[in-house]
Every structure is written in C-alpha cells, then in structure tokens.
Nanobody, 122 residues
Framework: HVQLVESGGGSVQAGGSLRLSCAAS????????MGWFRQAPGKRREGVAA???????TYADSAKGRFTISKDNAKNTLYLQMNGLKPEDTAMYYC?????????????????WGQGTQVTVS
C-alpha cells in the first residue's frame, strides 16, 4: 500500500532554511502528482507547492521565490527546500499524492497523505 513519510521539520529563526523530505513507498511509477500542504492551528489545510507528472511545478503565492519543490524519482522521494522562512510559515507540513490526475490546490483531491512534520519559525 502507498506510504508517505515526511521528515526534516524543526525549529528555526526567521530567515533560516529547512529542507523537508517525503519518502514514498508502495509504488514505483513516478507518474503521479505530488504536493506539499501545510496546516496551522485553527486554519484550513492549504497547498504550498506541487509537482505534476511532467515535472511542472506550481506554488502558492506565499511560497513563490522562497520555496522549491523537487522530486528524485530514483529514490521515490519528494523534497521542499524552504528559504527565507517567516513566522507565518509555522505549521504542520504534509506531503500528499493524487491517486490519478493533474495537480490541484484542493487538498480533497489527494488520496494519500503522510503523518506530517512540524515547522516552527520564531
């Protein structure tokens, strides 16, 4: 079965950087949309970045210019490089995969989710 395991979260000061990883298992085909979402306490889960089946990427306005999503198909691992972190980036970060279809900013379109990794920026 599909499993997604995030790592790399932590506590950093404003302006710092973190690199999140999401190790995927249970499948080998790289032809799926994968994305990063985040959820702060009391707020809705929101899309941060996504990478589609053809390698094209999309970013939330809040992430543009600071975050970079990438994928290593050989390792079946998704990454999110986050630079210039701000206190408002504090949230639980989740990786997700669609069962099929193009990427979407709608979390409901994603069938598989990791357990999340906490990012705290002070």
């Amino acid at each position: 079965h599909v499993q997604l395991v995030e790592s790399g979260g932590g506590s950093v000061q404003a302006g710092g950087s973190l690199r999140l990883s999401c190790a995927a298992s249970g499948y080998t085909d790289s032809g799926y949309c994968m994305g990063w979402f985040r959820q702060a306490p009391g707020k809705r889960r929101e899309g941060v970045a996504a990478i589609d089946r053809d390698g094209s990427t999309t970013y939330a306005d809040s992430a543009k210019g600071r975050f970079t999503i990438s994928k290593d198909n050989a390792k079946n691992t998704l990454y999110l490089q986050m630079n210039g972190l701000k206190p408002e980036d504090t949230a639980m970060y989740y990786c997700a995969r669609r069962r099929y279809g193009a990427c979407s900013p709608n979390a409901d379109r994603y069938a598989y989710w990791g357990q999340g990794t906490q990012v705290t920026v002070s």
